[in-house]
């Protein structure tokens, strides 16, 4: 899935294969809040721009746009919002959230969180349901790998949503004075705990859901980045976390220490995404990816207005493997397939390109208006 901030449009890519400060010490509860009308439609409407001046009913029309490589196709199915779409997530249960929003209600651009769904028999999206979160822009978010649950963070709290495919409901809201400084926050696989990379270059490990005890705890978090950190990622089995940062480096790091093992750096490309992977084949010759069942670490590098390149890196020293270069200009977002074969790169001309990683095959999407700031895969 790839989005698009100026068109507010969010996109899902389907690859194919078969058709070739504590304010208080605890947590604040509150009850159920319905579904919000205003971020979006269940209905999609033919004109994104007719609505009238008196209505809030968000519009959300759906497009279909098809793209051609080799010897088979990519269709993207889209939703068009009211608000700007700064992230997107998905989980194995197929659902996918996207976030974003307007900020103050001067703007008349609401802010929110939209849950879609992954229909597999139709290859398309079904528009759940929509949670209005009043001023707050959403730029960090994610989805509980096994639970109807997810958590964002504000300016000074992280909050806990559930939801269903018609309604959400907000669980808690733990203020918190490290909040503010998350730019991306990832779930385990077991969804007991947290990643959070933060703008000051922080990591913070946090138990789920967040207690205010743990996030008042340096031994949480550490200073691992002099630059943002723009990208967290985990391994399979939750025992390593990955991350990328405007400071020109990756870094791998034992989940339960939070200890550097490794480093890899570049003297002038910033990594702009970051993924383990079980199927290293960037390199087929390379001893180190010689075997499927082994993992390294992929990154997207990239110079402002040159080429982006996936790099694949040994996890346990930090060796480069390989490198391809798959896009002329830099890319914005980075993700992997959920089954490791394919790479997605989002790039600041609003296009997206799907890159295999076992051979030299690509494919290209339209571009859109503006930069794509997120992308994500629906479940294989």
């Not at 509150?30 to 033919?46: R, Y």
């Not at 080799?70 to 976030?99: E, L, W």
Request: hydrophobic share 30%.
């Amino acid at each position: 899935m790839g989005i698009s901030k100026k068109q507010h449009k969010t996109t899902i890519i389907n690859n194919n294969n078969n058709n070739n400060n504590n304010k208080n010490s605890t947590p604040k509860k509150s009850s159920t809040k319905e579904t919000h009308n205003k971020l979006s439609s269940p209905s999609p409407s033919p004109s994104p721009s007719s609505s009238s001046p008196s209505s809030t009913t968000q519009t959300a029309t759906k497009n279909r746009q098809q793209f051609e490589a080799g010897d088979h196709d990519v269709i993207s199915h889209g939703y068009r919002f009211k608000m700007p779409i700064y992230v997107v997530v998905s989980n194995k249960k197929g659902y996918i959230v996207a976030a974003g929003g307007g900020g103050s209600k001067k703007t008349g651009i609401p802010s929110g969180i939209v849950v879609l769904k992954w229909n597999t028999q139709k290859k398309a999206l079904d528009l759940l349901t929509s949670y209005d979160t009043d001023s707050d822009i959403v730029l960090s978010v994610d989805i509980h790998p096994s639970k109807n649950e997810i958590i964002y963070a504000t300016s000074d709290s992280y909050v806990v949503l559930s939801f269903s495919e018609k309604s959400i409901t907000l669980v808690s809201s733990i203020s918190s004075s490290i909040a503010k400084n998350t730019k991306v926050i990832r779930f385990n696989p077991s969804g007991k705990k947290l990643a959070v990379g933060g703008i000051d270059g922080s990591l913070y490990f946090l138990s789920y859901p967040p207690t205010v005890g743990e996030m008042s705890n340096k031994s949480s978090y550490a200073p691992h980045h002099s630059g943002d950190i723009d990208d967290v990622c985990w391994n399979e089995n939750g025992t390593l976390i990955a991350t990328s940062s405007k400071d020109k480096t990756c870094a791998i790091y034992e989940s339960n220490t939070l200890k550097r093992m490794a480093t890899m750096r570049f003297k002038t490309m910033v990594p702009r995404g970051v993924r383990f992977s079980t199927l290293p084949s960037l390199s087929s010759s390379s001893s180190s990816s010689s075997s499927s069942s082994s993992v390294t670490l992929f990154a997207a590098f990239s110079e402002i207005k040159k080429a982006t390149y996936i790099v694949e890196f040994n996890i346990k020293t930090g060796a480069l493997i390989s490198s391809r270069k798959v896009h002329k200009t830099h890319n914005t977002a980075f993700n992997i397939s959920p089954l490791g074969k394919y790479a997605a790169i989002g790039d600041v001309e609003g296009g997206v390109v799907v890159s295999s990683l076992s051979s030299s095959r690509y494919m290209q999407s339209n571009k859109q208006e503006w930069l794509v700031p997120s992308l994500c895969f629906p479940p294989p």
